[in-house]
């Protein structure tokens, strides 16, 4: 591929880099403390330990940091009275006074054995169950491995129950009310467009799934994608010492179904010195039937009004396979590799029936049309990534390198039949669509941080990014005969090129991190060319308050470029009254995000509250056209502006000793788009609500159950109204056998109260109303085996359990 980097960019870049860097400063040479941390169990290095040192006079957190694998630790701080906190799950908290001064400037601790809390553990056996919810200042962070709903589900059906995340029928994901979201994968770009974003979710099994995380304005080190922030799948990694396994198995029915579906799998992971191992494999057939109407008003200037009515069955049937492995291997205290590599595999059969009925401006019946459509096609998702990390001082200095390539591949293939019953003269024709479509995303990402002092950060880094798509588009008649004006080609490639920069610090209760990144930008959909450079500018502001309040202020400008269905010239013909096509002359969407967070925490409470506003330009939006044939185009354009302001309640506490965790969502939200005269779109203004409940009830020590209601309230669209949604949804799991095997039973939509989302389209010559008639509840069973030879190893993720850093510090030091 030919690589072009135009040095107007760089020159850009390169001033942005310089400003950021001008006010970098060095504090002087602070006093140590040094330690070694010794398991009393089996007097063995006691790794990724939480080791945090706080001012006696005040409790202030001064510094902190983890053990490395041999158990040692090494923190920093200037001459001063401190208290050293050191903690683990399931071990007595070791405290020590310690003094640094210049007589005494290395303090050395030597071996400190960590012994069990044996009370401690067996409380966490009788009642402990994780917190479904973190709630960072910068982040909020969903712990989906031991959600009830999630056995045996999808992706999809993980993302359908985190609070301002919506995914509608189709499978389109959108985040406080907006679909331009980045999905990643592990902390890297997923490479996902909006045509597969629904597919390839669908595909990744539930439970590989450790947590998801919202982040809404990220910093200027991340990718500036999405308009509105970025929904993290992060997938597990067992922190278990030896080898440790799980075998699975399950079936699902929905209603209206001719049969079940199922799902198999296995997850294996070896974790042994320098060594760390995993596998996933499952394989998952499911059905889906669904019914749907579409009643159509058509009028123009000085000519009769007609009416269009169809209805709609569809039955889906999928065969989803998934293999995920890698390794992770330290090769020093150091220096560290680690590579994987994951693919997910769908056959999918589709069939449909389509019933029109055309009626005149008195409604009598003029004609009638049936059509079927068989589908049947392939669809895989690949990637492959390799990391590597050098350490020059733990947790001090650190270069980190990436490689990471994303594939994909579609086939579908689509037989098309219509019956026609014009006044009793009966026809019918046929005609045949293949698309074909290859995809290629890869990139490579080298970052550097440095930590002069405890608490400044400075992190600089540079990234190259390449996209190519190649989709071909070709239809036949019922001879096999190509229709040589139906051939659309597309070809899109994307180069990116990028440098950040960004330095942080600390003053007591104010916090501070300011960054840049220069995103250089070339695009070719077609014979179509762009090229442009963009600063992407951040900025974060963070408040301690007294009693554990905080409160953030933050800045980012971000981009939406198009990709997929949305510039893709390809026409979907399923059903020829209604036919979708993408622009591939779309500019990109610029938005720019104010934040305002608020985080307060009790004991067993936590309180999270946020203010945003959004101002995007070139909104994209699907825009729907009734030509002259009485075809209904819908495609997308850049309509015009847009506000988006709103504010977030987040709430999660823990009653009843543990036994009932609640999380509780509530999101109020403007939103106001200008003006489109090409689409006859008035400036559109409208005021919504969602609200989310999510309970995980501990009833014995091995029986809990899961209950998640929610309500998005109705809201006005470009051309439209989308009506209100409300659902229902419960699980319960026993365990037994010591916890090894466990039995899940959940149902899906209880009040099956998805079938009829109303959903309304209007311009100057055609009004239209669309709903989903049936859809119907789901029922899942799940069985899951677990077996080993495993101990609690000691891992840098048991961090998060141990609450000794703040949000500004978690965005200072969060690396994904």
Known sequence: MHILFRLRGMKKIFLMLICALWGTFLWADNLKISGTLIDANNNEPFAYVNVALYQSSNNQLITGGLSDMDGKFELFAPSGKYQLTITFVGYKTYNRPITLSEDHPHVRLGKIKLEEDAQLIKEVEVVGQKSAMQLDIDKKVFNVADNILAEGASATDILENIPSVEVDTEGNVSLRNNSSVEIWINGKPSGLSDTDKGQVLEMLPAETIEKVELITNPSAKYNPEGSVGIINIV?????????????????????RNDYPGGNLGLNFNYNQGKWDF??????????????????????????????????????????????????TYRIDKQNEIGMSAFGAYNHFDRNSLLHYTNLNQDKDTTNTRNRTTNSLGDMAFYNATIDYKHKFVADKEEISANLNYFGRYRDNNSDYHNWYNNAGIISQTSEFQTQHEIGHSASAQVDYFNKFTPNSKLEVGAKANFD??????????????????????????????????????????????????GEETITQANDIKRSYFQAFPSAYLSFELPKQNEIQVNYTRRINRPRGRVIDNYIDRSDPTNISYGNPWLMPEFSNNVEVNYLKTWNEHTLSAGLYYSYTENVIQRVSKLNSNGVMENTFENINYSHNAGIELIAKNRLFKNYLDLTTNITGYYYCLGENEKYHIARTE?????????????????????????????????QGTVDHRYGLNAGIKASFLNKALSINFTVNDILNSRSNSLRTNYSDNFYQESANTSIGRSYRLSLSYNFGNMRPKKNKNQMNNNNVSTGFEDEMNTDF
């Open 686 to 718: 409208t005021f919504s609500w969602n609200a989310r409940i999510n309970a995980n009830v501990k009833i014995l020590s091995n029986l809990s159950a899961q209950v998640t209601a929610y309500y998005n309230a109705p809201r006005l669209v470009a």
């Open 468 to 517: 190519y798509t190649n989709s071909q588009d070709r239809s036949f008649d019922a001879d096999h005969t190509e229709i040589a004006d139906r051939y659309r080609p597309f070809l899109y490639t994307e180069q990116i090129y990028a440098l950040y920069a960004s330095y942080g610090n600390k003053f007591g209760w104010f916090g501070f991190q300011l960054g840049v990144r």
């Open 278 to 327: 995993f596998l996933n494999a499952s394989g998952r057939h499911h059905l889906r039937t669904n019914s749907s109407y579409n009643n159509r008003t058509s009028f123009e200037a000085g000519e009769d009004t007609t009416y269009l009515n169809q209805t709609s069955n569809n039955t889906n049937k999928f065969y989803n396979g998934f293999l995920r492995t890698g390794f």
């Open 235 to 255: 997938m597990k990694e067992s922190s278990k010492g030896g080898y440790f396994g799980s075998v699975s198995a399950g079936a699902n029915y929905q209603e």
